[in-house]
């Protein structure tokens, strides 16, 4: 079955203990993204990557981390969490990087920091 | 940059009745996509219906339509039929045609409307 799984689904942490949440395609899709949804805000994008090793900043970069080392694997990392990134978290691919290409989304990580 | 806005918070219909959820954007392209994901309880985001800017004939799926006025950069859901499933957040989404470069590069979404059906 085409999806995007993220791990974990559910998680609560301390305010500076580092954490990753990872998020894997099995499309063979190139581009992937993250965003993050807060109530009242919709969703933004956080970060994205248009194809292994090349990422670039989306809307609110501040406080995270992303890496593409593999096709199908693009964890968020936060460094240092912040009571402000309590939110929930998706993770997208599309077959490419642009508009006409369906994204696909993953079921959401909600992170509570505290 | 894009903007997208959906001006009503949250909107009450009732079951087998006709709904309509508004959305507005801003753009200096002449080309893009548009989109309606619906967020239903599970959060699970599920896309509802696309447009492709350079298409005038409105898209259709099932009982969701659009009315696409590209002048206007109106781009409104009607759903028909209402059914107690169709409860949910829907928003508005924008996607540039290509990437350019030097900008964030993805799905510009409104605010939500909170959709609910009344039994």
């Known amino acids: 079955e085409a999806q995007v799984t993220q791990n974990p689904r559910y998680l609560i942490t301390v305010t500076g203990k580092k954490l990753t949440v990872t998020c894997s395609q099995n499309m063979n899709h190139e581009y992937m993204s993250w965003y993050r949804q807060d109530p009242g805000l919709g969703l933004r994008q956080i970060y994205y990557?248009?194809?292994?090793?090349?990422?670039d900043k989306g809307d609110v970069p501040e406080g995270y981390k992303v890496s593409r080392k593999e096709k199908r694997n693009f964890p968020l990392i936060l460094e240092s969490p912040s009571p402000n990134q309590t939110s929930l978290y998706f993770c997208?691919?599309?077959?490419?990087?642009?508009?006409?290409?369906?994204?696909?989304f993953g079921p959401g990580t909600r992170l509570t920091v505290t | 940059a894009q903007t997208v806005t959906q001006s009503q918070p949250e909107m009450s219909v009732q079951e087998a009745e006709t709904v309509t959820l508004s959305c507005t954007y801003d753009?200096?392209?002449?080309?893009?996509?548009l989109f309606w994901y619906k967020q239903p309880p599970s959060r699970q985001m599920i896309l509802v219906i696309r447009?492709?800017?350079?298409?005038?004939q409105n898209a259709t799926e099932n009982r969701f339509s659009v009315n696409f006025q590209k002048a206007a950069k109106s781009f409104s859901l009607k759903i028909s039929d209402s059914q107690l499933g169709d409860a949910a957040m829907y928003f508005c989404?924008?996607?540039?045609?290509?990437?350019?470069?030097?900008?964030?590069?993805?799905?510009?979404f409104g605010k939500g409307t909170h959709l609910i059906i009344q039994p």
């Open positions: 997208a691919s599309s077959l490419r990087g642009s508009g006409v290409y369906e994204q696909y």
């Open positions: 990557s248009m194809n292994v090793e090349v990422t």
């Open positions: 989404a924008y996607r540039s045609v290509s990437y350019s470069g030097g900008g964030a590069d993805g799905l510009t």
């Open positions: 753009t200096s392209e002449s080309d893009y996509y």
């Open positions: 447009q492709e800017a350079y298409k005038q």
